[in-house]
């Protein structure tokens, strides 16, 4: 980041107070340094949702909302879901270059020796009862890891901090499989060594001991393209979250856990699962205008789940890649007929023809279509978000590494206007 200019601050008679050194980076807008503006004014910014706030520098991950656009170290999302792979994007996002094939190769064997848990992880989910939701459980037994691994807990040491990166992304596929396994009562599946990342994951969500399982490789490529479109999104609430947790000097299992525990709201990553209970709710065609009404009425906290985002204020590019993945899905399972797909395609077109959408640019999200795809392949509505989390993973790990390795990272402490009582005194009588 380089210095482009100053900023000045003037006070109520237009006579400067300061000046702020503004920066630009390599892509999107430039940044006024507010870093001194308390020492220099005694005043604090304030932005509570974050809109016009930059928190940190990053090199992993672009997105330009206005134009809908989104590149993983600079390659753009639409190449890399359509000729990538999963685990060619998680090297990518973790050491900012794609692996050649010998680097692919490791990567990918030293990922699948790590897809085993210690096996008295086990014994954590019998504390929680079989209708838990899954993300419950998964804040649970993700948190716990960091109890199995002090061999490598040490954040300062690169060593530790790729051997936990790895123990992450291999692990928690396996942790995922095993929420479904127990919410359904059938026996944990361990990992088979012979089957590549997304093969493997959906052996151990859908095979049993009794019978072998053949992974549909349409279905399978569709798994890994979805991983990959939710593999990261710069400075989200879930990974904010996560740099948050680690600026103060907890294990990265404990980080990734704050992570999965805010990804789990309607706003953010529970929306999949929140999306396609919406489809169900509405059910028929000849509902969408009574649905569409309630989202636009301000006295209904009913919203279209799935439409809207912070950053797009255009066509979110992976909404429309995971739409092309659902006509992929449903037509290898001989779905075309599916009435949700059917239902969502009409509600996309009938609110992107509202003018109330038009206007405040709500376009389908990543969420919206998301939801019908991880349905037609047999996934359960409430395991969605945990397959959000499974994408995602490599994108808080990739950001938690790269905060901690930053020589000037601090602990994050914002401040507050504070609107409470000022000081007041108890009572005389007061015991
Ligand atoms: C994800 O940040 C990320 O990058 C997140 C994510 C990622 O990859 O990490 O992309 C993943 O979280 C996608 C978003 C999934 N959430 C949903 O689909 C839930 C439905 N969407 C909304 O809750 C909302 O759009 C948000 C939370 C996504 C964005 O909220 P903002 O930016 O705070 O927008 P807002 O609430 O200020 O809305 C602006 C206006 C408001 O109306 P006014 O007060 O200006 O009159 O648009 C309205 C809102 O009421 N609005 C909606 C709406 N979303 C916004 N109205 C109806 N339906 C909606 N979905």
Redesign the pocket.
């Known amino acids: 980041m380089t210095q482009t200019r100053t900023f000045t601050v003037v006070d109520e008679n237009s006579q400067p107070i300061c000046e702020l050194p503004v920066f630009n980076g390599t892509l999107g807008p430039d940044v006024i340094d507010v870093q001194a503006l308390y020492r220099k004014t005694g005043m604090f910014t304030f932005d509570p949702?974050f809109?016009s706030t930059a928190s940190c520098a990053s090199d992993i991950t672009y997105?330009d909302g206005e134009k809908g656009i989104l590149l993983y170290r600079g390659y753009p999302i639409e190449q890399l879901a359509e000729r990538g792979t999963f685990l060619e994007v998680c090297h990518l996002l973790l050491y900012n270059e794609l692996p050649t094939t010998d680097e692919l190769t490791a990567f990918e064997q030293n990922i699948t020796m790590h897809t085993m848990v210690h096996d008295q992880l086990t014994n954590f989910f019998k504390g929680f009862r079989r209708d838990a939701h899954p993300m419950a459980i998964m804040v649970g037994v993700v948190g716990a890891l960091s109890a199995f691994y002090h061999d490598a807990l040490d954040i300062n040491s690169k060593r530790d901090r790729d051997l936990s990166a790895i123990r992450l992304i291999a692990k928690v596929p396996t942790i995922v499989a095993m929420c479904h396994k127990y919410s359904v009562g059938l026996p944990f599946m361990y990992p088979n060594n012979k089957l590549s990342y997304v093969e493997n994951f959906m052996r151990m969500m859908f095979a049993t001991p009794c019978d072998d399982y053949i992974p549909n490789p349409v279905l399978v490529r569709a798994l890994d393209r979805i991983l990959i479109l939710?593999a990261?999104?710069?400075?989200?609430?879930?990974?904010s979250t996560v740099r948050l947790a680690g600026s103060s000097g907890a294990n990265p299992y404990a980080c990734i856990t704050a992570g999965i525990a805010c990804?789990w709201g309607?706003?953010?990553?529970?929306?999949?699962e929140?999306?396609l209970n919406m489809l169900q709710q509405i059910g028929d065609v000849s509902e969408i205008p009574k649905f569409i009404a309630r989202?636009?009425d301000?006295n209904d906290s009913?919203?279209?789940?799935?439409?809207?985002?912070?950053?797009?204020k255009n066509y979110?590019p992976?909404a429309k890649l995971m739409r092309a993945t659902c006509y992929e899905v449903l037509e290898e399972l001989g779905l075309h007929d599916d009435k949700l797909f059917k239902l969502a395609l009409e509600l996309e077109r009938i609110a992107l023809e509202d003018p109330?959408?038009i206007e405040?640019k709500?376009y389908p999200?990543?969420?919206?279509y998301s939801g019908i795809v991880l349905h037609a392949l047999g996934i359960p509505t409430n395991m969605f978000t945990a397959i959000?989390a499974m994408g995602?993973s490599i994108?808080w790990i990739a950001h938690w590494d790269e905060m901690i390795s930053d020589p000037d990272q601090r602990i994050g402490r914002p401040r507050q206007l504070y609107t409470g009582e000022t000081r007041r005194d108890l009572p005389s009588q007061h015991r």
């Open positions: 949702g809109n997105i939710h990261d999104h710069e400075q989200n609430a879930s990974t990804l309607a706003a953010h990553g529970g929306a999949n929140a999306v989202a636009k301000k009913f919203r279209l789940m799935g439409f809207g985002h912070r950053v797009y979110d992976r109330y959408f405040k709500l999200n990543v969420d919206f959000f995602r994108g």
